[in-house]
C-alpha cells in the first residue's frame, strides 16, 4: 500500500507530479482550460461579480492561493472565509456571488454547512473536491473532481497542490471567457502550470537536503514561518502541516506585520522559514528577513534559483526552480512538506496519524 515508502505522508509527497498532471490533463482541449465536462457555463463565470472561497485548514490555505492570484488580475473582490466562522458571520452573498467551496473530503462538517448556507442566499456553488460522489460534491452546483486519488496521512500534501491546480485552471478560464486572457496567453498558463510537475520532482530530489536542513530546527520549540502576498499564503499551509505533525509550536507571518509585534519573539538561534519568491514585493520581504537575521534568527531562505541574494542573509538557501512567480506554489509546497515530514520524522512521531486529529472533519 505504501509502495515501499516508510510513510503514506511520502508516498503522496512524491505523488504530486503524477497527479497534477491528471487533475488538468483531461480539461485541456486544444491547450485551453475546458469546464465543459464539468457543465460549468462560461456565462456564468462572466457574469459574477465577486467570490466567496470557503473551506478549512489546508483547503482554506489552497483558496488564499487562489485569492492572491484571482483577484489582482480578474480584478474581481475574492474573500477567503473559514468554513466554521463563515456559517456564523451573516455573509452578504446573492446570485452575484460565486462560491468556491474547497474539500478533500467532501464531507467536512462546516464546509458542508457554509456550503448549503451559500445556496440559501442564492449563490451558485462550484466545488473542488478530490472523493468522488462525497456529500459537499453531490450537494454543489459543480464540481470539479481533483484527480488525487486516496490521501491516507492525515496531513494533506498532494490534495492541497491538486486543489490549487484545479483552482488555477478554473482562474484560467475565467480569464479567458471575461477577455483577460488572450488565447495564447491562456495556452501559455496551462502549459506552465502543466511544467510544474517537473519542478516538483526536482525538489523532491532535494529531500536528503531538506532533511539534513531540519536538523537545525527541529530541537527548538517554536518555528517562525515569514512570506508577503502568496509567500504569505504558503508561510500559513508550512506553518501548519509542521505543527500538525511535529508538535513544534509554529506561526506565520505576513513578514511585514513581525515589527508589529511578533519580532519580541525572534532571538538567538529562533528558526525563521522565509519565503521571497514573489518578485514585485522581494525588496520589502528580503529588508524584513535583515529584521529579523539582526536578531540573531536562524534563517532558512526559500528562493528561486535566479534570485541574488546578499551573503550573510540567511543561514541556508534552499533554490527550487526558476518559475514565474505565479506557479512557486508548487515547488514551494513541496519544501515545506518535506520540513514537516522530517521534523516529525527525527522527532519519532507518527507521521501518518499525529495525536488528536481524524483525516475528515465530521463533527462541529
Ligand atoms: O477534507 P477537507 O479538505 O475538507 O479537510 C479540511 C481540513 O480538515 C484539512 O485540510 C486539515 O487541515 C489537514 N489535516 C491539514 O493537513
Known amino acids: 500500500m505504501k509502495n515501499g515508502f516508510p510513510h503514506f505522508m511520502m508516498k503522496e509527497i512524491h505523488e504530486q507530479p503524477e497527479v497534477l498532471k491528471k487533475t488538468i490533463l483531461p480539461r485541456l ?49 475574492v474573500t477567503v472565509s473559514i468554513a466554521s466562522e463563515f456559517r456564523y458571520e451573516e455573509p452578504l ?11 478533500q473530503s467532501g464531507e467536512t462538517i462546516d464546509t458542508l454547512a457554509a456550503l448549503r448556507l451559500a445556496r440559501e442566499c442564492g449563490s451558485t456553488v462550484i466545488s473542488v473536491v478530490n472523493v468522488k460522489g462525497s456529500t459537499i460534491a ?7 473532481y481533483t484527480h488525487g486519488g486516496p490521501e491516507i496521512a492525515v496531513a494533506s500534501t498532494k490534495a492541497y497542490t491538486v486543489q490549487i491546480a484545479a483552482l488555477y485552471l478554473l482562474f484560467c478560464r475565467m480569464a479567458l471567457v471575461r477577455g483577460v486572457y488572450t488565447e495564447e496567453h491562456a495556452e501559455q498558463f496551462m502549459s506552465d502550470l502543466l511544467n510544474c510537475a517537473s519542478a516538483m520532482e526536482t525538489m523532491i530530489r532535494d529531500e536528503n537536503t531538506i532533511n539534513e536542513i531540519v ?15 502568496m509567500d504569505y499564503a504558503f508561510s500559513l499551509e508550512g506553518a501548519l502541516k509542521l505543527k500538525e505533525i511535529s508538535y513544534i509550536h509554529a506561526e506565520a507571518y505576513a513578514a511585514g506585520e513581525l515589527k508589529h509585534g511578533t519580532i519580541a519573539l525572534i532571538t538567538d538561534h529562533v528558526p525563521v522559514i522565509a519565503i521571497a519568491t514573489q518578485k514585485h514585493i ?5 529588508s524584513n528577513i535583515r529584521e529579523v537575521k539582526a536578531r540573531g534568527a536562524y534563517v532558512v531562505l526559500l528562493v528561486t534559483e535566479d534570485t541574488a541574494v546578499d551573503e550573510g542573509i540567511a543561514d541556508v538557501i534552499i533554490r527550487i526552480p526558476k518559475e514565474d512567480d505565479k506557479f512557486t506554489v508548487f515547488p514551494i509546497a513541496v519544501v515545506l512538506q518535506l520540513i514537516a515530514y522530517y521534523a516529525s520524522v527525527q522527532k519519532g512521531l507518527d507521521v501518518d496519524q499525529p495525536r488528536n486529529l481524524a483525516k475528515s472533519v465530521t463533527v462541529e
Not at 93 to 103: A, E, H, K, M, R
Open 138 to 144: 453531490r450537494e454543489s452546483d459543480y464540481v470539479i
Open 93 to 103: 452573498i446573492d446570485d452575484s456571488t460565486l462560491t468556491i467551496v474547497i474539500s
Open 215 to 229: 536538523t537545525h530546527i527541529v530541537n527548538y520549540p517554536d518555528v517562525f514561518f515569514i512570506g508577503r502576498g
Open 282 to 286: 522581494f525588496a520589502k520581504t528580503i
Open 29 to 77: 482541449t486544444k491547450g485551453l482550460p475546458d469546464l465543459s465536462d464539468e457543465n460549468i457555463p462560461d456565462e456564468l463565470l462572466k457574469r459574477i461579480t465577486n467570490i466567496r472561497v470557503i473551506a478549512c485548514g489546508t483547503a482554506m490555505h489552497a483558496g488564499m492561493v487562489a485569492r492572491a492570484l484571482i483577484e489582482p488580475r480578474l480584478r474581481i473582490p
